[in-house]
């Protein structure tokens, strides 16, 4: 037998684009032409150490061979010289990651966690990385750059978002896989959320009321937080400056606080001269202070509770004639528990989210004195969710819940000042697997005082051809109950020339679709591609009428006229199209892209539908430069899309534009990472399209350290 001896093996495996450090990593020795020897994980740094027995003597190999293997990246085999471990030196093993791992667990499609390879509909899923490439500092700013998500102009202000074409207020925002309130005007303005804060958002387009109720007739986002990390404690520091006055500045902490008690609390504060969703940088400002706490408590193996808040503060600017104040406080807290006894899953929660919001004008820079007061938004839901395995093989499962739910409106706005409306809805959820098969049907009963009883179906189904080739399918129908302001709304705006009034309508009925969907996935080492299509058909649509229009007597002026707006069930129409996403992963260089085609109609007229168009390109490529420099380029191409329509049925198009943002990032020692860019270098700048503003540049640095201790 040829005799053996210790070697220590050293090394650090780190990411091949970010050369970020992968904790958790599998290092592996191979042996006699197989990977079975021992192995170890690597720690927070990315590093570990190995000490095994190899052959030693004349005849023994000159080097040693280790498998390296984690979660998302491509598997990696490393031939390390016997001189190398002789002078104990550190190798550097560095992964390329997957397009899309099919691993990676996601929650918003089955409200439980689940690979992304078992969900039964199609998620885009946008990940901490994806977030830093942006270089943005908002939400909006980020999801406008994902395919077949159209970027929606607020009113007055803010930045929403379309979802195959139908639009915001059909949208339903998700903060941890709860509802947030804080629409104005029907649009949760996305640039209040930092981006500093989101660990991930998962995507779901196409109707989700079964699982998530009114509001989700357009899709789904779900912003996931950053959670607390076991182990040693580490520190995140950031800061931003660029051209239109910009200036973030972030600051994280997290780490374990005691052997079951873990926590992280994040803090910043940005400020841009210009107000989101708003053309004009005249006289703009928006300043937001936020912070963000999680804390999770393992009580147990089978028991976490945790807890989270956040609160945001913004004061925005800007000037259409006048100046236009928004004073605005966003307040979130949730309280929950995941408890696992045996296959089971149950998760109780309770969760508050509160809106106020102060829109003010002046014919001065500073807001007025005010005795209204501002309109709070509240809503107070809570949740118990429940999922298990069913059948000796654990391929079936069986989800289900029930929601209780309070949402309330005061406002000097709203006729009565205040308004509120109690809801109960359980749902159900099953997955039936039979052999490569998944069949998941889903109904969900939504009762409300105010609305009575309705019934929302859905099935999807899931066939994997291969492990790399999938195929799904879903039928489902959606809905949406009109809001508070819509039913309620009284507001005048008697400006001299552009004088009207909106009055709410308390006959409105639900809005209501249907949709049909299919997607072909393909995930390898190398590759990813997907390709979507869907059908949309709704009714009921509310839209605003003109009601009235009267001139005082006397007047000689056609500008003096007053008209009177309110709302009503008046339309119906499709949208459907296709979305194409792809992924290739060259060594340290990544390219991913997409198209997305719409097409859009109101059935009753035969017209396109205003803001929408009908080809979209987004092409990226992350690649490092000498100099230990990393780069990323993004292109944007938008078709050109209806945008206006006048009396006499006339539309007015928007001319199709391109957009390239550039970002540059040098990482330093002791944690320290420089960066910089250009947003919309061209400074493609279309009137009147929201979510374009003129060319950005800013230049930032980030510290983040790790203290050294136990792992996870």
Not at 181 to 194: E, K, V
């Amino acid at each position: 037998m040829q005799a053996q001896e210790p070697v220590a093996l050293r090394g650090r495996v780190v990411d091949a684009v970010t050369r970020a450090p992968l904790e958790g990593a599998m290092v592996q020795l191979a042996t006699t032409g197989r990977d079975d020897g021992p192995a170890v994980r690597t720690d927070a740094h990315g590093v570990w150490r190995l000490v095994a027995r190899v052959p030693s003597g004349s005849g023994a190999p000159e080097a040693v061979r280790v498998f390296v293997r984690f979660l998302g990246y491509v598997p990696r085999t490393v031939t390390i010289d016997r001189l190398v471990l002789a002078r104990g030196s550190e190798t550097e093993i560095a992964l390329s990651a997957v397009p899309l791992s099919l691993e990676q667990v996601v929650v918003t499609a089955s409200r439980r966690p689940q690979r992304l390879a078992d969900s039964p509909v199609p998620i885009e899923l946008v990940s901490r990385a994806d977030i830093e490439r942006t270089g943005a500092s908002d939400l909006a700013s980020v999801l406008g750059e994902q395919i077949g998500v159209i970027p929606t102009a607020g009113h007055p202000s803010g930045s929403g978002v379309m979802l195959q074409g139908l639009a915001g207020e059909r949208v339903l925002v998700l903060l941890d896989g709860r509802p947030l309130s804080g629409r104005n005007s029907n649009t949760f303005d996305l640039s209040r959320i930092p981006a500093s804060i989101v660990e991930r958002v998962e995507v779901i387009k196409g109707p989700q009321s079964t699982l998530y109720g009114s509001d989700a007739m357009g899709g789904v986002i779900n912003i996931i937080t950053r959670k607390p990390e076991r182990g040693a404690p580490s520190f995140e520091l950031g800061a931003m400056a660029g051209s239109q006055g910009r200036r973030d500045y972030t600051a994280q902490v997290e780490g374990q606080l005691a052997n079951s008690l873990s926590a992280v609390a994040n803090a910043g504060y940005r400020s841009v001269l210009l107000a989101p969703g708003v053309e004009s940088s005249r006289g703009a400002y928006a300043r937001r202070w936020d912070g963000l706490g999680t804390l999770h408590w393992q009580a147990d193996n089978n028991l976490l509770v945790e807890a989270s808040g956040m609160v945001v503060d913004e004061e925005q600017r800007w000037n259409e004639g006048l100046y236009y104040f928004g004073s605005n406080r966003q307040l979130d807290g949730r309280l929950g528990a995941v408890w696992t006894p045996g296959s089971m899953r149950i998760t109780p929660s309770l969760h508050m989210s509160e809106y106020r919001h102060l829109r003010q004008r002046s014919t001065l820079a500073s807001a007025p004195p005010t005795d209204s007061g501002p309109e709070i938004q509240r809503l107070i839901d809570g949740e118990i969710l429940f999922s298990s395995a069913v059948g000796a093989s654990g391929q079936h499962a069986l989800d289900g819940g029930v929601q209780v739910r309070r949402d309330e409106i005061r406002s000097f706005e709203v006729r009565g000042r205040q308004r509120v409306t109690h809801s109960v809805e359980p749902y159900i959820q099953g997955t039936l697997g039979i052999g490569p098969v998944d069949i998941v049907p889903g109904l969900r009963l939504s009762w409300s005082e105010q609305w009575g009883t309705h019934w929302t179906p859905r099935v999807a189904t899931l066939y994997r051809a291969t492990p790399q080739l999938s195929f799904r399918a879903s039928f489902g129908q959606g809905f949406r109950t009109p809001d508070f302001k819509e039913m309620y709304l009284s507001w005048a705006n008697p400006i001299p020339g552009s004088s009207y009034a909106v009055h709410g309508n308390p006959d409105l009925e639900p809005e209501r679709s249907r949709n049909l969907a299919a997607s072909v996935e393909w995930s390898g080492e190398r590759v990813y591609g997907r390709v979507q299509g869907f059908d949309n058909r709704f009714r009921n649509f509310i839209e605003s009428q003109l009601i009235g229009d009267s001139i005082p007597p006397g007047s000689t002026s056609g500008t003096d006229h007053f008209a009177i707006y309110s709302y009503d069930n008046v339309d119906r129409g499709r949208t459907r199209g296709v979305d194409l996403d792809a992924g290739l992963s060259l060594g340290q260089m990544r390219v991913d892209g997409g198209y997305s085609y719409l097409d859009t109609e109101w059935l009753t007229t035969g017209e396109p539908l205003l803001g929408r168009p009908t080809h979209f390109v987004r092409l990226g490529v992350t690649t490092p430069l000498p100099f230990g420099i990393r780069a990323s380029a993004t292109g944007l191409y938008t078709g050109s899309a209806p945008v206006a329509r006048d009396d006499a049925g006339r539309t007015t198009y928007q001319d199709a534009f391109t957009r390239l943002d550039l970002r540059l990032t040098r990482a330093l020692a002791f944690g320290v990472e420089l960066m910089a860019g250009a947003d919309n270098l061209f400074d493609a700048h279309p009137t009147g399209w929201p979510g374009v503003a003129q060319r950005h540049l800013y230049m930032g640095v980030r510290w983040r350290v790790q203290e050294t201790g136990s792992g996870r």
